[in-house]
């Protein structure tokens, strides 16, 4: 394979990488460092994260889930991922190597298993993706009101990116993806009682600008400390109407 098609098809591999906590690509928050790519099918991956003490549970798991994402590629023989820059780059660049997994990388300090992490993260990040499509559905028929929700199925939702988002957080967490299959839902697929669903609301939209925010910070951090980061950032998605983002930032500072 050439070097050139296989370093396409690498960087699509890492596109599917996600920040557990911000619920972004690390290719689009420019946390790839390098990526060289051999034409006998080796393949080398440098990340770099905003601070060098980032939780290292999250180093682990993005650095682990993007050299999984890269063997799982039919053609690559060897694959090398490396953390650059972080209090425990050592021990994690050790355990990636010998592909001993969380607990066997940090032994006794391993006190959760990442499953246990990644659900939580997939829980929040199914919220924030609801309450995007919802609110972007309930600025778009100014006739719907909020109690209106209960009885909105996906079916209901229009073919946009916060749609089909939303559609991905609920297939990862195992929840219904049919037309029928109502959208306000908590993350066990139970759905909120009528007079429930402002509250409810109100705290989907707390997650979601929590994960915007820090999603916002980070990006700031990693072009303070590598400033040759911005040309690797991708515009992060504007999924709300501009309108909605000027309304919640007056009902933030009220």
């Not at 780059?89 to 499953?115: C, H, M, Q, V, W």
């Not at 967490?173 to 509250?199: K, Q, T, W, Y």
Request: aromatic share 4%.
């Amino acid at each position: 394979m050439a070097a050139a098609t296989g370093e396409r098809s690498a960087r699509a591999a890492l596109d599917t990488v996600l920040d557990p906590e911000l619920d972004e690509p690390i290719t689009d928050l420019g946390f790839v460092r390098s990526l060289t790519v051999t034409p006998d099918g080796a393949v080398t991956v440098h990340l770099r994260l905003p601070t060098s003490f980032c939780s290292p549970n999250f180093a682990y798991l993005m650095a682990s889930d993007a050299k999984d994402a890269l063997t799982a590629l039919p053609w690559t023989r060897r694959v090398v991922v490396r953390l650059d820059d972080h209090h425990d780059s050592d021990p994690i660049n050790r355990g990636l190597a010998a592909d001993a997994g969380y607990r066997g990388t940090f032994g006794a300090e391993a006190e959760k298993d990442l499953e246990a992490l990644r659900l939580t993260f997939r829980r929040k990040a199914h919220t924030a993706a609801m309450e995007r499509a919802l609110t972007l559905l309930l600025r778009a028929d100014p006739h719907l009101a909020e109690e209106d929700l209960y009885g909105v199925v996906l079916g209901d939702l229009p073919d946009t990116a916060a749609t089909r988002a939303l559609l991905r957080r609920r297939a990862a967490l195992g929840l219904g993806v049919a037309p029928s299959d109502p959208v306000l839902v908590d993350e066990e697929g139970r759905r909120h009682p009528p007079g429930e669903i402002p509250l409810r609301l109100r705290f989907a939209r707390a997650v979601r600008v929590s994960i915007d925010g820090n999603a916002h910070f980070c990006r700031g951090l990693l072009r303070t400390r590598y400033p040759e980061s911005a040309a690797d950032q991708s515009p992060r998605a504007a999924e709300l109407p501009q309108e909605a983002m000027t309304v919640e930032a007056e009902e933030n500072v009220s």
